[in-house]
């Protein structure tokens, strides 16, 4: 079945050190789409980044990176340089392969909190 | 920067009331999507509307919740009568067609007393 897992209910960091945020997915098709999305307490969900599975290089947007491994299946969101703006949920998702609705799959998520 | 409208933002009403909730999707995005959230979980999706048509409502609890895009922009979501365990944030997303990456807005808060 296809799933995504977040392993990590709750992290605590330091600002101003990098966080990673683990994503482990579960697809036999080699054609996939992966997000990570952020929520604040105020409850939007905000898109931060998307990596598709063709893609050649790992997704970046200003702090944050997606360090994929298609071998391994994972797609982990890195955060460089937290702020505790950063303190929020975290979600991983995935557009399933053969899915011609488009539906997500999310996670669990991860709760991500910034110790000044 | 366009954005998902949704209102209201709180809403308390007291069980086996009617309850509505509001979404103007990003302008020109023909996929609009409803979730239901339950604090600390991912979201669930209820229905999935491509303009005005409806793509998938397998997950919508259909005894008491409806859902319409009439003229496939705004979408309206609908719960009678409210129960205790509606209480939950609903959010709206829209994508510009169903592979693309879906916004959000900031969603409904609802408290079922």
């Known amino acids: 079945a296809q799933k995504i897992t977040q392993t990590q209910p709750g992290m605590f960091v330091q600002e101003k050190e990098a966080v990673t945020l683990d994503c482990t997915y579960d697809?036999?098709?080699?054609?996939?789409?992966l997000f990570w999305y952020k929520q604040p307490s105020s409850g939007e969900m905000i898109f931060l980044i998307y990596?598709?599975?063709?893609d050649q290089q790992n997704a970046t947007e200003g702090r944050y990176s997606l360090n994929f491994q298609k071998a391994r299946k994972s797609a982990n969101l890195v955060i460089s340089a937290s702020q505790l703006g950063d303190s929020a949920m975290y979600f991983c998702a995935m557009f399933p392969p053969g899915d011609s609705n488009y539906q997500l799959i999310w996670g669990a998520g991860t709760k991500l909190i910034i110790k000044p | 920067e366009a954005e998902v409208a949704q209102s209201p933002r709180y809403k308390i009403t007291e069980k086996s009331q009617a309850v509505a909730f509001w979404c103007d999707p990003i302008?020109?995005?023909?996929?609009l999507y409803w979730y239901r959230q339950i604090l600390g979980q991912g979201p669930e999706l209820l229905v999935q509307?491509?303009?005005?048509?409806?793509?998938?409502d397998s997950q919508l609890p259909k005894d008491r919740f409806s859902a319409e895009r009439l003229k496939g922009v705004d979408s309206t979501l609908k719960i009678q009568p409210a129960e205790l365990g509606d209480s939950a944030m609903y959010l709206c997303?829209?994508?510009?067609?169903?592979?693309?990456?879906?916004?959000f807005g900031p969603g409904t808060r609802l408290l079922v007393l």
């Open positions: 697809t036999s098709d080699p054609s996939y789409g």
């Open positions: 997303a829209s994508s510009l067609e169903g592979m693309e990456t879906q916004y």
């Open positions: 302008s020109g995005h023909a996929t």
């Open positions: 509307f491509q303009d005005e048509s409806v793509v998938d």
């Open positions: 990596q598709g599975s063709y």
